[in-house]
């Protein structure tokens, strides 16, 4: 191996992990109960996901939701 490769390789793999760890990113701040929800709707969906088995039946992983809007 070159040396310019067993050097520079590491050194710009830190560089880029600095740079990585250290970009903010641009989150919203957190809600509190005390104050007005003014968020759009959040709707979580449970999928059936099935995983075949080692006997061959299938697994079912998750589950379903139901009930009125």
């Given at each position: 191996?070159?040396?310019?490769l067993t050097h520079g390789l590491p050194v710009?793999?830190?560089?880029l992990g600095i740079v990585i760890y250290l970009r903010t990113a641009t989150r919203p701040?957190?809600?509190?109960?005390?104050e007005k929800w003014?968020?759009?709707p959040v709707l979580w969906c449970?999928?059936?996901?099935r995983?075949?088995?080692n006997d061959g039946s299938?697994?079912?992983v998750?589950?379903?939701t139901s009930g009125r809007w």
């Open positions: 191996m070159s040396t310019g710009v793999l830190l560089i701040a957190p809600y509190r109960l005390s003014a968020r759009p449970a999928t059936a996901e995983i075949p088995g299938p697994l079912t998750g589950g379903g």
